[in-house]
């Protein structure tokens, strides 16, 4: 029932101008993969590649070990949610999903029970007679979804198929199709340029950038170990603090860093030479408001947001950086205030000045 | 500067019993608006509603143009229902000419925006040069030049004869072929519907294509199911109008049969017909009766299409 996907050099060109450069990619049956990344980097160009609508300019996509570049859209066991549902406004939600059945020829009771199947596994049963101008968004998703299921296919592919609902639609639509991933059993390809969706639905991220693969990994693995700053900052929220940084010493037995005017000495060893300038990268959540180890010193507060459960607290490092903490639960912290911003030294990302992990 | 607050000091007093001269005064507050609207009222007034309310008039007359009209009550009705052969052959060609010219030209005009929207280059510069024969189609010099092309020894014939050996008959002067010849000839003004299907097709977002070809979809169930449907308001639009336009027609006919609807009446349009009466022989009063008859016939028809809009049209709203 699912599909393994193997992409191979894959490139797009529009004209001469190439946005897609040379993707690979392999996708295990069924895993459930994101596509992430920045608007414009190429999402749903590789996902509408896969599925067919977009031609492969060069190198090979395969599913299931054989090669399906030229195979029509509808010949590649694949079904699609779009971003706009694209349900027909002419049929009702019935015709809407029974279509493809009816295009393929399948005999009338067949299509009776899948589509009520369908609709079962959705709880769209009594929306059926309706038109799809008769539905709330979350309902249109629902068929939408209910049109991919219907045809039964070994692989799925979302566009961004949530961005149009409200906060609370999407946090149980997002619980919905990670359930009907458990109980299909699909090879699933999901894009979404919201982070937080890739973290809480994926076995496996694919982040993008400008058409290229930044990083590939489990949402924790990305999470723990970016393999560089772009993927550490697209990872988790707020965003990782960036502090402009300096190799002071590479010596092995005093590793040194400059960081916000302070000497840091770190435990493993650093990719770079003596004097260079490096990011350091610490998460919002690693800084506490407290001298315990590694310290940036004193910071003046900038601005508190709270958040009931935690509070943000935006703050100016005595060089004039500026550096985020996330605190757990609610704190007495106000504006002009200073505090000391303590951190476990085994949890700051070293990347030198290309972005690289270092 | 100076500010002058007279025309707005009316309105700010609070409402009081009615004043003398009110009338007066709010017609002189609002003569620039009516000026404004001058060309307009006369044109609707003068032009159209007058005329039309005379003709009612004259249609229950004997009215010739020469002497005074005298009431002759539902007279022409009668005779136009009762005893007119000439009406009843007019309304056949009508007829004909409508039921076969308004499907081909949609057709085509269809067809045409369909491989315009296929997205050409250039696109503005092809859609203006097709909307050119709409803007000449319905012309004198046009309909003359189509006189000569399909004439015995016209170009067409001469073609065929070059081409197939074929001998062509008159395609104008003969009783058999002088309406088809017309009805093919207004599928050329095929301009106005082509540009409202383009800006319907236009209408229809790519990725409900997209869902029917993964859908398995070919082309032709793409044209059926998606874009036939989604294309009904525009359809039934230019079906509308194109169907109004084809029981008005009346230059082609009247050029290529020199204003005689022959040969045997086989190009006598009911417009032709009515201009014959007026004109040739000065029944304004009966020409009157006939307009008005037009006038029912194709109110019915339009109601008729409104009606079963609800049937076939989809509306997305
Ligand atoms: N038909 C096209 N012709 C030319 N360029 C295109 C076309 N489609 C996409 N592009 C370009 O390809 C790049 C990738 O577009 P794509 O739609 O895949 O981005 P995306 O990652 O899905 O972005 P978003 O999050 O905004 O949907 C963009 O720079 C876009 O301008
Ligand atoms: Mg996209």
């Known amino acids: ?358 | 500067m100076t500010v002058h607050p007279t025309v707005w000091v009316d309105e700010v007093r609070p409402a009081a019993a009615p004043r003398r001269g009110t009338l007066r005064r709010m017609l002189a507050r609002n003569a620039p608006g009516y000026l404004f609207l001058a060309p307009w009222l006369i044109g609707f007034f003068g032009l159209t509603l007058g005329p039309a309310l005379v003709s009612l008039y004259l249609s229950f007359t004997n009215y010739d143009l020469l002497r005074a009209p005298d009431w002759v009550g539902a007279a022409n009705y009668v005779r136009i229902a009762t005893d007119d052969p000439k009406f009843a052959a007019a309304m056949r060609v009508t007829f004909i000419y409508v039921v076969l010219s308004v499907p081909l030209k949609l057709v085509f005009a269809l067809a045409v925006a369909m491989a315009f929207n296929r997205g050409i280059r250039g696109l503005t510069v092809y859609r203006a040069i097709f909307y050119l024969p709409s803007l000449l189609g319905g012309s004198v010099a046009i309909a003359v030049l189509w006189r000569q092309l399909f004439a015995s020894d016209g170009l067409v014939n001469m073609l065929l004869w070059k081409a197939f050996g074929i001998e062509g008959p008159s395609w104008v002067s003969n009783p058999d072929y002088s309406l088809y010849t017309l009805v093919v000839l207004s599928i050329w003004q095929f301009g106005s519907p082509m540009i409202i299907f383009l800006a319907g097709l236009r209408q229809i977002p790519t990725d409900m294509y997209e869902a029917a070809e993964i859908d398995g979809a070919g082309k032709v169930r793409q044209f059926f199911k998606i874009t036939l449907p989604l294309l009904t308001p525009v359809v039934f639009f230019n079906a509308v109008i194109q169907t109004i336009e084809a029981f008005k027609a009346f230059t082609p006919a009247f050029i290529i049969s020199e204003g005689t609807g022959g040969p045997i009446n086989s190009t006598l349009f009911y417009t032709l017909y009515l201009y014959q009466e007026a004109f040739g022989f000065f029944r304004m009063g009966y020409a009157a009766a006939l307009a008005w008859i037009l006038l029912v016939i194709i109110a019915l028809f339009t109601a008729f299409s409104f009606l079963s809009a609800r049937y076939w049209v989809h509306y997305d709203d």
């Open chain 1, 1 to 358: 029932m699912a599909s393994s996907i193997n992409l191979a050099k894959i490139e797009k060109r529009f004209g001469s101008v190439e946005v897609i450069h040379g993707i690979d990619l392999a996708i295990e049956p069924g895993e459930f993969t994101v596509f992430v990344g920045p608007s414009g980097c190429g999402k749903s160009t590789l996902l509408r590649m896969i599925a067919g609508l977009e031609d492969i300019s060069a190198g090979e996509l395969s599913i299931d070990g054989e090669r399906v570049n030229e195979v029509p859209a509808s010949k590649r066991g694949i079904a699609m949610v779009f971003q706009s549902y694209a349900l027909y406004p002419h049929m009702n939600v019935y015709k809407n999903l029974a279509f493809g059945l009816q295009t393929a020829g399948y005999p009338k009771a067949e299509i009776e029970a899948r589509v009520k199947k369908a609709a079962d596994i959705l709880q769209i049963g009594h929306l059926l007679q309706r038109r799809p101008k008769a539905l709330s968004g979350g309902q249109r998703q629902r068929v939408a979804i209910g049109r991919a299921i219907v045809r039964e296919p070994k692989i799925f592919l979302f566009d961004e198929p949530l961005s149009n609902l409200d906060a609370e639609l999407r946090v149980q639509m997002r619980v919905e199709i990670a359930k009907l991933h458990q109980t299909l059993g699909s090879t699933m390809i999901y894009v979404t340029h919201d982070q937080v969706e890739a973290m809480t639905m994926a076995d496996k991220i694919v982040v993008l950038r400008d058409g290229r693969i930044m990083q590939v990994g489990r949402p924790l693995d990305l999470y723990n170990n970016p393999a560089n700053q772009f993927v550490a900052g697209f990872i988790g929220s707020p965003k990782m603090n960036f502090l402009k940084a300096r190799l002071a010493d590479s010596d092995p037995s005093r590793r040194t860093i400059e960081v916000a005017g302070r000497a840091l000495t770190l435990e493993r060893p650093l990719a770079a030479r003596t004097g260079e300038p490096l990011v350091f990268g610490l998460r919002p959540e690693h800084v506490e408001a407290r001298d315990n180890g590694a310290s940036l010193g004193e910071a003046s507060v900038q601005l508190v947001e709270h958040l009931g459960g935690s509070t943000v607290v935006y703050t100016s490092t005595a060089d004039g950086q500026s550096a985020t903490l996330l605190l757990d639960g609610q704190r007495h912290i106000r504006a002009g205030e200073r505090l000391p911003l303590g951190f476990d030294v085994e949890r700051a990302h070293v990347f030198g000045e290309d972005g690289r992990r270092v």
